[in-house]
Every structure is written in structure tokens, then in C-alpha cells.
């Protein structure tokens, strides 16, 4: 039997190592990220690859730092035949990828070579691709550069988010993983070498990149709200105050407008001016202190000195 060692930390991970303890490979142990604080309440809380391990009763390693740590020593000690990670939030050091007869392997959520690093979903919303998909990739000391061994698309459409997204990447990773591994394990595998020229980042997000810019066309901030949709969600500033938007619709009208003036204020709508004449319509947002709304309760509400001509940015 293959002794495999799993790394992983969100819920993208989850059905990836429940789908290789379904078909019988033995896994040593998980490595996930350690506990954290989550919520207002800051209420430390297991990861849900920790939780799925603790569930099928597997050795849990949690190291703040791999490299160097203890947690390290005790994978090599394991001596497992191939690491499987995806999604695992931290950098191997070299002796861990030597250390498996196999190797180590990386379930990446891109089409690589574009959008290797930490937020390849985010990216490919926001930047308006028409499908992303999985890469099944070996593991070097360079960010997602190893060599290909097998991958799949799928699309991406108008109505998908960063959190529709990762529920079916989960789950072509984990078909594409357990199609792959046979084949790696029996050397019928000819691993592709990425085309260095097509490469392109996708860094983790930052607070500046969550910031809207009106300047882009209606299109482009419905791709950016569904882009940072659930995590970690863009915002505006209305009046020094934040409202988080949560969704839009890009509507046929044109405007005159400048950027970020609101051009309809009813009862039930808002519409904003974006760039190059175009306007969108603000289905759902959150102003600071309060919890989501929609537009029509918002307006009616906490929102009812909002007026066409204010500005938002």
C-alpha cells in the first residue's frame, strides 16, 4: 500500500484527503496550519483539514514554521512514498521534497503557468477568465514551477464566485489526483515542463486591492466584487465610512457621470457610475457595524440620506 503523507488547511483541501482515504491509500499523517482565532469573538479554531483528520482518526502535525521544526523531523522519520499537498499555506524545505520515493506532489487551483502563488481563484475572477482549473504539478524550492503531470479546466461563469469556485475545484482536484496517481506511481507519467514565457502571479490579495475602483467599466468591479467574494470582500467608502459590496449587476445604460457618482437613488435602487460611461446597480451590501442588506432595505434604512450626485470611492 502507498504510504502517503497529506498537507493541506482549508475546505478545499477537505474532499481532496477524503477522497484519498476513500480509495484506501494510507496516510501517515496530515500537516495542516495551526490553530487560529476566527471571528469577532477571536475563537481559536481548527482548520478544516484538522477537523476532517481528527474525524478519521489520523496523526495531526501543526507546525508554525515547517522548516526546522519538529513536525519536519517526524516526516522523515515517517518516510512516507509520496507527499500529496494542496492548499497547505507554507513552503517545503528541501529536505522534505527529497524525502519521498515519489516525490512531492501539489494540487494547485490555476491552469498553470498563469497565477502561480497564494490566490490563483481570486485572479482568474477578477481578471475576467473564462475558466480557470486544476493543475496536479511536482513540488520544487520555486513557487508552483515544477513540472506538469496532468490537468483539467472547467469554466468559469457570470453567477460564480470565489466560493462557488473552490467547491468545484475541490472536486475536479480530487477526481484529477485520484486519476493521476496510478499513473505516477506506475512511471506512466511523462511530467510537461512549464512554458516559462506564459507565466503570470497571483499574490495574495491585499487591503488596497479590496478598495473598488470606480475608474474601471461596470464589468471589471462586478468581476472585482465577485472576485473577493465571500473572502475577503471588496468595499467603498461612502462619507468615511466603509460599506462592503457583496453583489452587482452591470446594467446597458451609459452615463456622463465621473466615476463613483451615484446616478439613481429610489426606494429599491442604486446605481454608480463606473469608468468609460458605464453604470452598474448594487444588488446587496454591508455598512460598517451592520450586517448584510439588501439594496432596497439598505436604502430604506441605514442608507436613507444616500442621494444621486453623492459620492462614493
Known amino acids: 500500500m502507498t504510504k502517503l503523507i497529506f498537507m493541506g488547511t482549508p475546505a478545499f483541501s477537505v474532499p481532496i484527503l477524503e477522497g484519498l482515504i476513500e480509495n484506501g491509500y494510507e496516510i501517515q499523517a496530515v500537516v495542516t496550519q495551526p490553530d487560529r482565532p476566527v471571528g469577532r469573538k477571536k475563537v481559536i479554531t481548527p482548520t478544516p483539514v484538522k477537523k476532517a483528520a481528527v474525524k478519521h482518526g489520523l496523526l495531526v502535525l501543526q507546525p508554525e514554521k515547517i522548516s526546522g521544526s519538529a513536525e519536519m523531523d517526524k516526516i522523515i522519520e515517517l518516510a512516507p512514498d509520496l507527499i500529496v ?57 520555486k513557487m508552483d514551477a515544477g513540472d506538469i503531470l496532468s490537468q483539467k479546466a472547467i469554466p468559469i461563469t457570470k453567477s460564480d464566485d470565489v466560493g462557488t469556485m473552490f467547491e468545484r475545484l475541490s472536486v475536479v482536484g480530487k477526481e484529477l489526483l485520484l486519476d493521476t496517481l496510478p499513473k505516477l506511481l506506475n512511471n506512466q507519467i511523462t511530467p510537461i515542463p512549464q512554458a516559462e514565457d506564459q507565466v503570470t502571479f497571483s499574490p495574495n490579495i491585499t487591503r488596497e486591492q479590496e478598495r473598488i475602483d470606480w475608474n474601471k467599466t461596470a464589468e471589471q468591479v462586478d468581476n472585482q466584487v465577485r472576485g473577493m467574494r465571500p473572502w475577503p470582500t471588496a468595499f467603498t467608502t461612502y462619507k468615511e465610512s466603509n460599506w462592503k459590496i457583496w453583489d452587482v449587476t452591470p ?52 442608507g436613507q440620506t444616500v442621494a444621486e450626485a453623492d459620492k462614493v470611492g
Request: glycine share 12%; aromatic share 6%.
Open 85 to 141: 499537498t494542496a492548499a497547505f499555506g507554507q513552503f517545503l524545505p528541501e529536505k522534505i521534497l527529497q524525502t519521498p520515493k515519489f516525490g512531492a506532489i501539489n494540487v494547485h487551483a490555476s491552469l498553470l503557468p498563469k497565477y502561480r502563488g497564494g490566490a490563483p481563484v481570486h485572479y482568474s475572477i477578477i481578471e475576467g477568465e473564462k475558466e480557470t482549473g486544476v493543475t496536479i504539478m511536482e513540488m520544487v524550492k
Open 251 to 302: 446594467l446597458t445604460e451609459t452615463t456622463k457621470a465621473a466615476p463613483g457618482t451615484v446616478v439613481k437613488r429610489s426606494k429599491k435602487e442604486l446605481w454608480i457610475a463606473c469608468g468609460q460611461g458605464t453604470v452598474l446597480s448594487v444588488n446587496v451590501l454591508q455598512p460598517s457595524g451592520k450586517g448584510k442588506l439588501s439594496v432596497q432595505d439598505f436604502l430604506n434604512g441605514v
